[in-house]
């Protein structure tokens, strides 16, 4: 794959890079690109971050690590008022990082900022979803990590109001992602900017993420590092779908500006950093609540990316707006996404941040094709125009001719925009809301009854546990009412590989009445005594009851 990126992705390309995931410093960090090619390996060692974004989630990395945060990242959680924070038309992860480690780093903190922070992102009306960054892969994949990290310890905290806001600004976030994507071996990345025709060739599987972006450039970089995805978006929508091809192999320490949100996800999750500072994704399966997803909304994705139609999935993007139009066309053949829709001409979006004009071809055979702006500078650049002649999706701008993508072959699954007015259907099976929870009345209480667990268990050994809780409430226990068992010593742990276990389908537990979870749990591979506890809770509302009674397990 490197032959055909070396010598083609110049200094300029690199020094872009570097401004854009540093906030704009003129200055080389460790670069993203590993391995033999010295054109693409690192070319000066990162002496410490400056103020911005890179010391940001360095000091997040540190204090979901354990450790104390540079005490500079206060300089750098924004103004108090959240809505001037979107004023300058991007660049707000900056203070949403460094909110993210105050909020995990003080002792009494106070969740409001965040809480209007994601409100803000949903809400009809300016800043509209995901601000001024309009899916950029680095910048969205930034603001999507700290939102992971955020429910993560708002659910340790018990903030029930940020643990709503954040999810559901998760849920629409892999919603829309999932929209434009595939799963399949993508053979080849064609991507055409003012540098010309790059062409990169992907050996193995992934989960692919087709949505154009404000700053495209970078969803197709460094397929190799990333298996064959378009990026940062592709491997966190894998994660969260519970996809078995989500391998990512970079070091995540070496470019904090680069790689901070998807390391903040890999923390939240659960996984550890080896020697190298690489994960193995696929060695555990993650909650889908980590991300802020319902088992249920997950397997839907999930069906929806293995081209089973968008059931459910308008009618949750339904209320949000995006800052500009951007229409997903979904055939039996591939996906194709652009800026614009199918019966007008679109000129950039959001010109103050990477302003753009872009389209993204993904055919389920295996090739993405991307066409992107041409302008390395964001704002007042080459401003092109992207518009549907028959078959195909055509862009050209004052610097670059025109270049026509072809539609997908095979017939309509859907086509639908989401822009100023919400997401609309166009054409298609774009599906019905999902049926509502039914409401629910008393209130939910917990006993400990008992539990049966081994004393020694030897490493990385599953086994069987039995635990055993009585309703002392007034509501009926059930999935509708979302009742689950949840980890605790510490809440939300993974240590017996998993977090979560759920009522059968179509149990309902009376007052009155016990429950037995009966569930397979997965030793820890390093020996040790290990906290085994659980207790009830309502998944995104609150925890309650008693917890089982506090036992130490034996790993030997």
Not at 156 to 172: F, P
Not at 218 to 229: F, L, S
Not at 450 to 479: D, E, I
């Amino acid at each position: 794959m490197r032959s055909n990126l070396k010598g083609k992705l110049s200094c300029s390309l690199l020094l872009a890079l570097t401004l854009l995931a540093c906030g704009g410093e003129a200055r080389v960090e460790i670069d993203q690109y590993e391995g033999d090619d010295p054109e693409l390996s690192a070319s000066a060692a990162l002496g410490g971050c400056r103020e911005g974004n890179c010391l940001c989630f360095t000091a997040l990395a540190d204090v979901m690590d354990g450790r104390a945060p540079d005490p500079r990242y206060q300089n750098n959680l924004g103004p108090e008022d959240v809505r001037a924070v979107f004023s300058n038309g991007g660049s707000e992860n900056i203070p949403l990082t460094c909110r993210t480690v105050h909020y995990w780093a003080q002792n009494n903190p106070n969740p409001a900022w965040l809480e209007s922070y994601f409100e803000l992102q949903l809400a009809t009306g300016t800043p509209s979803l995901f601000g001024g960054e309009v899916f950029s892969s680095t910048y969205s994949a930034l603001m999507v990590g700290d939102a992971i990290a955020v429910l993560a310890r708002a659910r340790q905290r018990g903030h029930v109001a940020l643990v709503e806001k954040a999810s559901r600004y998760l849920e629409a976030y892999f919603t829309a992602l999932a929209l434009g994507s595939v799963e399949g071996r993508v053979t080849s990345h064609v991507t055409h900017n003012r540098f010309g025709l790059l062409t990169e060739s992907a050996s193995e599987p992934a989960l692919t993420v087709g949505l154009v972006g404000s700053r495209s450039y970078v969803n197709g970089h460094n397929a190799e590092a990333h298996a064959g995805t378009t990026g940062l978006q592709g491997v966190l929508l894998a994660m969260a779908l519970d996809h078995p091809q989500r391998e990512f192999r970079s070091d995540l320490r070496a470019s904090p500006g680069y790689y901070g949100g998807l390391r903040a996800a890999v923390s939240a999750a659960g996984y550890s950093l080896n020697s190298s500072g690489r994960v193995t994704l696929t060695s555990q399966s993650v909650p889908a609540e980590v991300f802020g997803l319902t088992e249920a909304r997950r397997a839907e994705l999930l069906a929806l990316v293995r081209g089973g139609g968008a059931s459910g999935a308008l009618s949750v993007l339904r209320p949000y707006e995006l800052s500009c139009e951007l229409t997903v066309l979904r055939t039996t053949g591939g996906v194709i996404s652009w800026w614009g829709t199918s019966d007008s001409t679109a000129r950039p979006c959001n010109a103050r941040k990477g302003g753009s004009w872009a389209v993204a071809k993904l055919e389920a055979g295996g090739v993405l094709t991307l066409v992107t702006r041409s302008n390395d500078r964001w704002g007042g650049g080459d401003m092109g125009t992207v518009w549907r002649d028959g078959a195909a999706i055509c862009a050209e701008s004052s610097t670059l001719p025109r270049l026509c993508v072809p539609l997908p072959p095979g017939s309509t699954v859907y086509e639908l925009v989401l822009g100023r007015s919400g997401a609309r259907c166009v054409s298609g099976a774009c599906g019905g809301p999902p049926a509502p929870p039914p409401p629910q009345q008393g209130t939910f209480g917990a006993a400990f009854v008992s539990q049966a667990v081994p004393a020694v268990v030897a490493p990385g050994a599953r086994f069987a546990v039995h635990v055993t809780m009585r309703n002392s409430g007034t509501a009926r226990w059930s999935t509708g009412a979302s009742v689950r068992l949840g980890s605790q010593a510490p809440q939300d742990n993974l240590v017996w590989g998993l977090g979560r276990v759920d009522l059968p389908a179509g149990v309902e537990v009376a007052p009155g009445a016990s429950h037995t979870f009966s569930f397979e749990a997965t030793a820890p591979s390093t020996p040790g005594a290990r906290p085994f506890q659980w207790q009830l809770l309502r998944e995104g509302l609150a925890w309650f009851g008693a917890s089982t009674a506090a036992l130490d397990v034996e790993v030997r």
